[in-house]
C-alpha cells in the first residue's frame, strides 16, 4: 500500500490518491455478499442505492451501522455518477456490500472511470474548517466515518471505491448495570 504519486497542491489544500489494498487476501475469508448494477442510473440512484444498502445492513442486523453506511454509499455513489463517468452518461455503476461477521462491513462502489479518487489534505498552515465549506469534502467526511478508505482499479473497464467500517465499535458492550437483590 502506498501513495501512488506526489499529491497535487492546490493552494493551501493537497490532494492525495487513495491507498490500494492487496485484495485476494481479503476474498478468501468467509463472508456475506450483496451486489447492484445500474446500468444505465438515473438521477436517483444514489437514493435507491442508500435504500438498498438500509435494508440489506437490517437483514444483516447490522442497523447500529445503517446511518454511517448510508453516509458512505451516498457519497461514494455521488461521485461515481460525477467524476467517475468517462465518455458520456449515463454509464454503469454499481454498489457492492460485504460483511465480514468476525471484523466488519465493507462498502464498494464501482464507476467506470480510472481516475484515482483524490483526498482533500488540508494544508499545514489551513483551517479545517475552511476546508470542510470547499469542494472535495465528500471522501474526507467518508474517510473520517470509515476505518479504512482505498480504492481498486478493475483489469476490465473503471475501478471500485472502498470503504470500511468495522463493525465492533456499533456494538459496544453494555456497561453499568450491578446487583438487583
Ligand atoms: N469515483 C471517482 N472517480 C474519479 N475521481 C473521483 C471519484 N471520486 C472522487 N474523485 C476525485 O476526488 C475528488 C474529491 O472527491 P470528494 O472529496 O468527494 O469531493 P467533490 O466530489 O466535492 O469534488 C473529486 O473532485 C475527484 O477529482
Ligand atoms: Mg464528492
Redesign the pocket.
Known amino acids: 500500500m502506498g501513495l501512488l504519486s506526489s499529491p497535487p497542491n492546490t493552494g493551501t489544500l493537497m490532494?492525495i490518491p487513495l491507498p490500494v489494498l492487496d485484495w485476494t487476501e481479503v476474498l478468501q475469508q468467509r463472508h456475506r455478499y450483496r451486489s447492484w448494477v445500474w446500468r444505465r442510473p438515473g438521477l436517483n440512484v444514489a437514493g435507491i442505492a442508500r435504500q438498498v444498502a438500509v435494508e440489506a445492513v437490517a437483514d444483516w442486523r447490522l442497523s447500529p451501522m445503517a446511518d454511517d453506511v448510508a453516509l458512505c454509499v451516498g457519497?461514494?455513489m455521488?461521485?461515481?455518477l460525477?467524476?467517475?463517468q468517462s465518455g458520456g452518461w449515463p454509464l454503469p455503476v454499481s454498489l457492492g456490500l460485504r460483511y465480514f461477521p468476525t471484523c466488519c462491513l465493507f462498502v464498494e462502489?464501482g464507476?467506470t472511470?480510472t481516475?484515482?479518487?483524490?483526498?482533500?489534505a488540508p494544508g499545514r498552515d489551513s483551517d479545517p474548517a475552511e476546508a470542510l465549506l470547499m469542494?472535495?469534502?465528500?471522501?474526507?467526511?467518508?474517510q473520517r466515518i470509515a476505518d479504512h478508505l482505498w480504492?481498486r482499479q478493475l483489469s476490465g473497464l473503471g475501478?471500485t471505491?472502498y470503504a470500511r467500517l468495522d463493525t465492533p465499535r456499533y456494538f459496544e458492550p453494555l456497561t453499568g448495570g450491578g446487583d438487583c437483590g
Open positions: 490532494r457519497e461514494l455521488g461521485n461515481a460525477t467524476h467517475g462502489v464507476d472511470s481516475a484515482a479518487p483524490l483526498l482533500t469542494d472535495g469534502r465528500g471522501l474526507m467526511i467518508v480504492w475501478k471505491v
